[in-house]
C-alpha cells in the first residue's frame, strides 16, 4: 500500500523558516517524481514545487521561487521542503503527492498545516 | 503561471449529466495532452479522476470521463450520485517543463 506521510508543519513567524517531509513507503520511490501542493485556509490548489527521480530537474511556482527549496533522499524515501523568508501568503495545508503517467498525482498525503503568523 | 479557469459551480439533479470545464492557453491545456482532473471532498486530500485528458485509473467509476478540445477540457459526470458532491480541480502541464504544473479555481459540484 503506498503511503505519504507528511510531517514538520506549524506555527512560524513572518520571515523564520520551516522544514517539510514526507517519508514514502508501498513503491519504488527512486522511480518517480514527486510534487508539493498546497492549498490555503478555504482556497483551492495550488502547485508548489516539483523533483524529478533524480533530483536533476527541480521547478517551482513563481510564488515561491528563490524562498522554497525541494529536494529528496533516495535512500531514506524522503522528500524535503525547505522554506524560508515565510510570509502570510504561505499559510496552507501543504500535501506531498507522486507523479504518474502525465504528471498526474495519483498518491497524496493527508497534508502537514503550515500557519505563520506573528 | 496563472490558474487555469473553472466554472465556480456546477449542480445538477441525481441521475443527470453534467460538464465542468478548464480553460487554459496553448501553453498549457492546449499544448499537450496532459490534463488530469481530481475530486476533493470536505477535509479529505484530492482523488485522481482522470489522466491524459481521457484515462481513467483503475477504481475510478466510468461516469467519470474526460475530453478537450483547443484550449479547453472538460470532465463529464453521467448518471449524478449524491456521493459526487464534491470540489473538482484540473491541472496541466506548463510550457516551462515536464514538472512545472498548474491547477484550475476548482468547481464545486452540489447534487440537488
Known amino acids: 500500500e503506498v503511503q505519504l506521510v507528511e510531517s514538520g508543519g506549524g506555527l512560524v513567524q513572518p520571515g523564520r523558516s520551516l522544514r517539510l517531509s514526507c517519508a514514502a513507503s508501498?513503491?519504488?520511490?527512486?522511480?518517480?517524481?514527486m510534487h508539493w501542493v498546497r492549498q490555503a485556509p478555504g482556497k483551492g490548489l495550488e502547485w508548489v514545487s516539483g523533483?524529478?527521480?533524480?533530483?536533476?530537474?527541480?521547478a517551482y511556482a513563481d510564488s515561491v521561487k528563490g524562498r522554497f527549496t525541494i529536494s529528496r533522499d533516495n535512500a531514506k524515501n524522503s522528500l524535503y521542503l525547505q522554506m524560508n523568508s515565510l510570509r502570510a501568503e504561505d499559510t496552507a495545508l501543504y500535501y506531498c503527492?507522486?507523479?504518474?503517467?502525465?504528471?498526474?498525482?495519483?498518491?497524496w498525503g493527508q497534508g502537514t498545516l503550515v500557519t505563520v503568523s506573528s | 503561471q496563472s490558474a487555469l479557469t473553472q466554472p465556480a459551480s456546477v449542480s445538477g439533479s441525481p441521475g443527470q449529466s453534467i460538464t465542468i470545464s478548464c480553460t487554459g492557453t496553448?501553453?498549457?491545456?492546449?499544448?499537450?495532452?496532459?490534463v488530469s482532473w481530481y475530486q476533493q471532498h470536505p477535509g479529505k486530500a484530492p482523488k485522481l479522476m482522470i489522466y491524459?485528458?481521457?484515462n481513467r485509473p483503475s477504481g475510478v467509476s466510468n461516469r467519470f470521463s474526460g475530453s478537450k478540445s483547443g484550449n479547453t477540457a472538460s470532465l463529464t459526470i453521467s448518471g449524478l450520485q449524491a456521493e459526487d458532491e464534491a470540489d473538482y480541480y484540473c491541472?496541466?502541464?506548463?510550457?516551462?517543463?515536464?514538472?512545472?504544473?498548474?491547477f484550475g479555481t476548482g468547481t464545486k459540484v452540489t447534487v440537488l
Open positions: 523533483i524529478s527521480w533524480n533530483s536533476g530537474s527541480i
Open positions: 503527492t507522486k507523479d504518474t503517467v502525465g504528471g498526474a498525482k495519483d498518491y
Open positions: 508501498g513503491f519504488t520511490f527512486d522511480d518517480y517524481a
Open positions: 491524459e485528458v481521457s
Open positions: 496553448s501553453s498549457d491545456v492546449g499544448g499537450y495532452n496532459y
Open positions: 491541472s496541466s502541464y506548463t510550457s516551462s517543463s515536464t514538472l512545472d504544473q498548474v
